[in-house]
């Protein structure tokens, strides 16, 4: 083969095998980060996975956040109207996180069916409410009226700050 | 009336933007100069008439006209003036007004700038961002008018969003845009080239300055909003990677490339085809970053199915506006082919790996920005990509590509030599080992490989820049070649420092950064990494529209007082909604970081307690890319017609 032929060849084959190599670890990072979204029913109903982590949203039920005196732990239930399930966190809660207020928490679930949240997200507006929190109360029957409507007028005007203030890194 | 006479203006603005996009483009095709020269007029009343609808939006926001819907969903009689004046932007309609008012601000600059182009370019560049224009204009009077009245007019506004009332915020989504917005003419330049069939070197010298001008402006936008999320959010991060983030990321690394990919095309006149696309990429990335952040996607995929008008328009326009230029260069693309060769080791293949790197780069942000939202649409569940995914994969894609950021500028075109350049280099190379080895040893045990990594790409790209900069003096005469070197070779350096600066930023925030949350009563004290913070309890202070409660905490640092914050838990009176104020207390090796968390009864609080070493560096480097671009573009070979045998310079 001509040297000059060959060295493209070479070439070629360089791009080839860097561009593989990169796909190759796109695909396996991108299949470990995924993170799957189960409603409280889902999860009272056995779906959800204990092996890794996952978001689950719902309305922090009333009268339901217990806090420790003397640390940042806190627990609190979700519930999607029809199911609750029980979420520990240690760490600061966002400006927006109160009782009737849709959440949206990121953990793990252990064998006592207390999801471990490494993050609890709440968006920087009090009418918001996370679409996955919406449509987990829209599936179980139990979105209110009045919210249904916000819903859907909702959403669509979001501009860059509610954007921001979704994922919350703690 | 003032809103009408503003729809009025925006209405004749669209019959403006027909003839532009129209006239000067069949002129060109048909050699009527007449009808070509249409362009320049037409495209200084398109502006004029833009700012007039924008004067108009604004004069609403500053009389309180809560008649105007867009007014009353975005401000309040208590905002103050300045927050008014930039609540126009502060929504959808509004900044697709700002967006305009920019496209039409770049096309009157190409019209100023382009005199000594030939004029069948110029009028074809001009109808190609005219169309642009026309597009957006339809849009916003269709769909998205900022002007419509609300009957009866409410007393009252609602307010604009209290993330959106601080300095960071007045001056990023505009900058943002510009940035976005500049990558059109960069598109134009590429689809008016494909209409002539011609791909050439003066094609390249041409859009270069206009990339970098995007580019510069991109670079800001982005340091800046990552600024603000880190002082403003209160969460101590400065990248989320957020849809919204790599909604401006993407055409950030697109237009990188393409800075790099149109020197190569400049210079040697290969890769023409891969300019193309990229340069309409770019574009297409920012209209893409435009629609994501400001259509309300990313909220829900199903706001569209309330609104579908918007959706399907603006699906169709980007269709359109990639779409024509692909076909176009299906057409051309047999006289477009570039005959150039190269060698395996040149300074070609070197830009084409950092082609590769930047846009695998790109690709995998926006599969993982993209993916959920398409999932989502067909109906297969929610799903969400977190940071670790992003960090997986840029981080060793970046990595290459900073060694190449030293090694590339000093590699000949065409064929380099070996040899030669690891005599020239192989001292640079040894010390930046030798450094970050002895730095590593110094750290053992407290920081890992990256460390390491990271310190080493930094220190080499300074010493590679500053040896080249040291060797291009020499040649020149000492210090009073000062003058006869390009700006663009002083660009490209100072950018290339840029990243270096950012890298050390990075690398050292990540590593040696201590985040604590905790509890404190008043009179408790913390230590951390040597600063001690006590805890003097809470007081209440009022805002122009706002009250807030505000921690006071007292820092010293072996013994010696440092300063005090208050970081504020602030109460908006009219939207009703808590937010934190941090409290910082910045310097250029760290910064500390407080925000107020929640009270816990008997006076005790939740603090954030954050320790951020060299985070600044961070933004400081954004910032020398910046100036590296404005030091690019002034360089005078883009201006005068280049002289034949005159060295140029080789601009980042």
């Known amino acids: 083969m001509h040297p000059q032929r060959k060295r493209r060849l070479y070439g070629v084959l360089f791009i080839v095998i860097g561009v593989s190599i990169a796909t190759a670890l796109t695909m396996t990072a991108f299949r470990e980060n995924l993170l799957f979204f189960f409603s409280p029913s889902q999860i009272v109903a056995g779906e959800a996975p204990l092996e890794r982590n996952f978001r689950v949203g719902g309305l922090v039920v009333e009268g339901s956040v217990r806090r420790e005196q003397d640390s940042t732990e806190v627990s609190f239930e979700l519930t999607d109207g029809a199911h609750e399930v029980r979420v520990f966190y240690d760490g600061i809660l966002p400006d927006l996180f109160r009782e009737g207020q849709g959440i949206v928490a990121v953990g793990r679930l252990g064998e006592d069916q207390v999801l471990r949240a490494s993050q609890v997200l709440a968006k920087h507006d009090e009418n918001y409410m996370p679409p996955e929190v919406a449509e987990a109360l829209k599936a179980a029957g139990k979105m209110p009226q009045h919210e249904m409507k916000r819903y859907q007028k909702d959403g669509y005007t979001r501009d860059k700050g509610d954007n921001k203030g979704y994922p919350d890194r703690q | ?652």
């Open chain 2, 1 to 652: 009336m003032i809103p009408e006479l503003g729809n009025l203006a925006l209405s004749l603005a669209l019959a403006v933007a027909v003839v532009l996009s129209l006239v000067p483009l069949a002129g060109s095709l048909r050699g009527n100069s007449a009808w070509m020269t249409v362009a320049h007029p037409a495209s200084m009343v398109l502006l004029l008439l833009l700012m007039l609808a924008y004067a108009c939006l604004s004069w609403a926001f500053v009389t309180h006209d809560f008649s105007v819907l867009y007014v009353a969903n975005n401000s309040h009689t208590e905002l103050p003036l300045v927050y008014r004046l930039t609540a126009v932007w502060g929504g959808h309609e509004g900044s697709l007004l700002l967006w305009l008012v920019m496209l039409g601000g770049w096309t009157v600059a190409v019209s100023v700038f382009s005199r000594a182009l030939p004029g069948v370019f110029t009028a074809r560049v001009l109808a190609v961002l005219g169309m642009v224009c026309l597009g957006f204009i339809a849009f916003t009077l269709f769909t998205s008018n900022p002007f419509e009245r609300l009957f009866p007019a409410p007393a009252e506004g609602t307010d604009l969003n209290p993330l959106l009332q601080d300095p960071g915020m007045v001056i990023h989504p505009p900058l943002l845009y510009m940035g976005y917005v500049g990558f059109a003419v960069a598109y134009a330049l590429a689809v008016a080239a494909l209409i002539g069939g011609r791909l050439d070197s003066a094609w390249a010298r041409w859009s270069r300055p206009w990339t970098t001008a995007a580019w510069l402006f991109l670079t800001a936008g982005i340091a800046l909003g990552s600024w603000w999320a880190y002082y403003e959010l209160g969460w101590g991060g400065w990248w989320f990677w957020d849809p919204v983030e790599n909604a401006s990321f993407l055409p950030w690394l697109v237009g990188t490339a393409l800075i790099h990919s149109l020197a190569v095309t400049e210079k040697r006149g290969a890769f023409k085809v891969w300019t193309v696309l990229l340069a309409i990429s770019a574009f297409a990335l920012s209209l893409l970053g435009t629609f994501l952040v400001r259509s309300g996607v990313l909220t829900s995929v199903h706001a569209f199915a309330t609104d579908p008008e918007r959706g399907a328009f603006l699906l169709g326009f980007f269709v359109l506006a990639v779409g024509v230029p692909l076909l176009l260069y299906a057409w051309r693309a047999p006289r477009v082919r570039s005959v150039v060769s190269f060698d395996l080791f040149s300074r070609e293949t070197l830009m084409l790996a950092n082609n590769v790197f930047l846009v695998t780069a790109a690709a995998a942000v926006l599969l993982g920005t993209l993916y959920p939202l398409i999932m989502d649409a067909l109906g297969q569940g929610r799903i969400s990509v977190g940071p670790p995914y992003f960090e997986a994969v840029f981080v060793p894609l970046m990595l290459p590509l900073l060694l190449l950021v030293g090694l590339g500028h000093w590699v000949a075109w065409k064929r380099a030599d070996a040899a030669a350049l690891a005599r020239q280099l192989w001292l640079a190379f040894t010390t930046a080992v030798a450094f970050s080895a002895i730095l590593m040893l110094w750290l053992w045990g407290q920081a890992g490989l990256l460390v390491f990594v990271g310190l080493f790409m930094a220190l080499w790209i300074v010493l590679s820049s500053g040896l080249a900069v040291f060797e291009r003096l020499r040649r020149h005469g000492g210090w009073r070649g000062l003058r006869r070197i390009p700006g663009g070779f002083y660009g490209m350096h100072l950018a290339h420092v840029g990243v270096a600066v950012l890298v050390v930023g990075v690398t050292v925030v990540s590593t040696f950064e201590t985040e604590r949350h905790v509890r404190m009563m008043p009179g408790d004290t913390l230590e951390v990494s040597g600063y001690a913070f006590r805890f003097d309890g809470v007081r209440e202070v009022a805002g122009p529209n706002f009250d807030a409660i505000e921690g006071v905490l007292h820092v010293e640092r072996k013994g010696r007082y440092v300063t005090t914050l208050t970081p504020q838990k602030r109460y908006y009176r009219v939207q009703r909604e808590p937010m934190t104020q941090a409290s910082r207390h910045p310097r250029p090796w760290r910064d500390l970081f407080t925000a107020l968390g929640e009270p816990l009864g008997g006076g005790a609080w939740t603090l954030r307690i954050h320790f951020k070493p060299m985070v600044h560096w961070i933004w400081a480097g954004a910032g020398l890319m910046v100036l590296g671009g404005l030091l690019a573009i002034s360089d005078r070979r883009y201006r005068i017609r280049r002289r034949s045998g005159r060295e140029g310079g080789e601009p980042a």
